[in-house]
């Protein structure tokens, strides 16, 4: 919302999702940025309107599956071959 | 049924309703086997574990059957909630918060067999790889070792993805409630959750990839308890199929307990329009999948044996069939696969008494199934010298009924604090249902 308005802000509410995403097209259009939905249930389409970022978690899962699947294979390559080598029926 | 009704009448027997007699009566039982579990537990930690009847070279006794049986049913709450997450199946929506709590509390007794078994317990942290003065590592290569890393994996796992299911809901039970404390309380839980498009947005990210790990996870926690017996060379457990026997057979116990704890739930809590004959119709006939699977496997496993022709294999077959152990062999046939086809029968798989009985026969023969591999197994070993009958003492069963005890307890406390029906999911569900009729 721009300085000069008395309001600082403006709550509108929706019975259902399609009527409110309508108007959050349009706030969009209007070039209003400052924008946020509150909903019971996970509405499809909002990200979209509010061009907002890809997900970051899909990122931090994936190096943490990495980081742990290679330090998990780094314990037990160093605990069997490098710091206690077992050795059964002459197989390293 | 509108959605706001729904989150109405589900936050309401947290909130509102007093608690009903039969909770508490439930309560009182589950709490009083509990007890049993605290004095079982006592007694073995004080005398150790010759309290059971194990001995050599029958030295897996009812923990491990236990623990299996215990896993397997966990299983089953992870496949309804994540796997079924992951195809759209909407019916999920009803019964996953039931399926989940069942399986935090299934994993939770799970986890306490095998450490118990230990003998010397207070030793179970030496499982974890760390640098330690006796300069030894765990040995990587053991199928028991995969064992717990994947049980650790699924403790953690499936109480992350109950929890993070749970958040919205409690965020509704928080903004609905009167009572201070209560506020308090599932504010905390609730973590600040508000709803908001951008919370949402990351919850929507977090959920999938959660039923996504998942998922594969169930397959492979269970092959390796299936490699824990496979990888041994006692006759009877050197399998191939091992991995995806143990599957099924957990998969089958699990769709079994979750239909004998939503049949009462649904009535003591008048769920039916939530829970409807449909969902039972859809879980018996999953259970009735199963169960063809697991004959199939039960068939291999006695076919095998003869196709190999080896004679300290067809001995523990045999003994199976005709020995000491035949009645508990053949008992889990009938349970497990005799029983269950009934469920091909349209007016079978909608009555409901009919429906919990052959659960709970299910769930009893995939014990004695798990008390047939482990104990017949191993009685009947390589060196005939060493045959030997496990007989049960007090003990053993005193900690099979107390591990039910802590279960109950567990769930009965979840009955009564957590709503049983994921709210928000089904918020979503009758918004998304609601345009159709219209068009």
């Not at chain 1, 999702?17 to 909903?39: C, H, I, K, N, W």
């Not at chain 2, 309703?17 to 086997?33: C, Y």
Request: proline residues 5%.
């Amino acid at each position: 919302m721009s300085g000069n308005h008395s309001s600082h802000g403006l709550v509108a509410e929706f019975e259902h999702s399609e009527p409110m995403l309508d108007a959050l097209r349009r706030l969009r259009e209007a070039g209003f940025e400052r924008l946020e939905v509150y909903s019971p249930f996970a509405v499809e389409g909002i990200d979209e309107i509010l061009a907002r970022r890809r997900f970051r978690t899909p990122l931090v899962v994936f190096t943490a599956g990495v980081v742990g699947a290679v330090g998990g294979f780094f314990v037990q390559y160093y605990g069997s071959a490098i710091d206690y080598p077992l050795n059964i029926g002459g197989r390293p | 049924m509108p959605a706001a009704t729904l989150t109405e009448h589900v936050s309401d027997i947290v909130l509102e309703r007093k608690t009903p007699l039969w909770w508490w009566v439930g309560f009182g039982f589950s709490a009083s086997l509990l007890l049993v579990f605290v004095g079982a537990l006592g007694w073995l930690f004080f005398r150790g574990v010759g309290v059971w009847g194990i001995t050599w070279p029958v030295a897996w006794g009812f923990a491990i059957g236990n623990y299996v049986w215990w896993v397997g049913m966990a299983s089953g709450g992870t496949i309804i909630s994540a796997l079924f997450f992951l195809t759209r199946s909407d019916w999920r929506s009803a019964t996953n918060r039931i399926a989940e709590s069942m399986t935090v509390f299934c994993v939770a007794c799970a986890g306490i067999m095998p450490i118990i078994h230990l003998g010397r317990w207070w030793y179970a942290y030496w499982l974890f790889p760390y640098p330690n003065t006796m300069g030894t590592w765990p040995q990587f290569r053991s199928p028991l070792y995969w064992d717990f890393a994947a049980i650790l994996v699924y403790v953690v796992a499936s109480v992350l993805f109950w929890y993070v299911g749970l958040i919205p809901d409690m965020a509704t039970l928080r903004d609905r409630d009167t009572n201070r404390w209560q506020q308090i309380f599932y504010g905390i839980l609730a973590l600040g959750w508000q709803g908001s498009s951008r919370h949402w947005r990351e919850y929507r990210a977090t959920y999938p990839i959660l039923a996504a790990l998942m998922a594969p996870l169930v397959c492979s926690v269970h092959s390796i308890v299936g490699l824990d017996f496979a990888g041994g060379l006692t006759p009877g457990w050197h399998e191939t199929q091992f991995p995806p026997y143990f599957v099924f057979g957990a998969v089958l116990s699990g769709f079994a307990v979750v239909l004998m704890l939503v049949i009462p739930i649904r009535r003591a809590y008048g769920l039916q329009h939530v829970i409807t004959e449909r969902h039972l119709d859809i879980l018996a006939r999953l259970m009735l999948t199963t169960s063809l699977l697991i004959t199939y496997a039960y068939g291999l496993e006695v076919f095998m044996p003869f196709y190999r022709g080896e004679a300290h294999e067809l001995a523990s077959v045999m003994s199976n069939l005709s020995g000491t152990y035949a009645p508990w062999y053949w008992a889990k046939i009938v349970l497990n696969t005799v029983i269950p086809q009934l469920l091909w029968f349209r007016w079978v798989r909608f009555s409901r008494p009919l429906l919990f009985i052959i659960s709970a026969g299910v769930v009893i023969g995939m014990w004695i199934e798990r008390y047939v591999i482990v104990v017949s197994s191993l009685h009947r070993n390589y060196a005939p010298s060493s045959w030997f009958v496990f007989t049960p003492t007090f003990w053993d069963w005193a900690t099979l009924a107390g591990s039910m005890g802590l279960f109950l307890t567990g769930f009965f406390l979840l009955l009564r604090f957590i709503p049983m029906v994921s709210m928000f999911e089904m918020r979503e569900l009758a918004a998304r249902r609601k345009p159709e009729p219209a068009e």
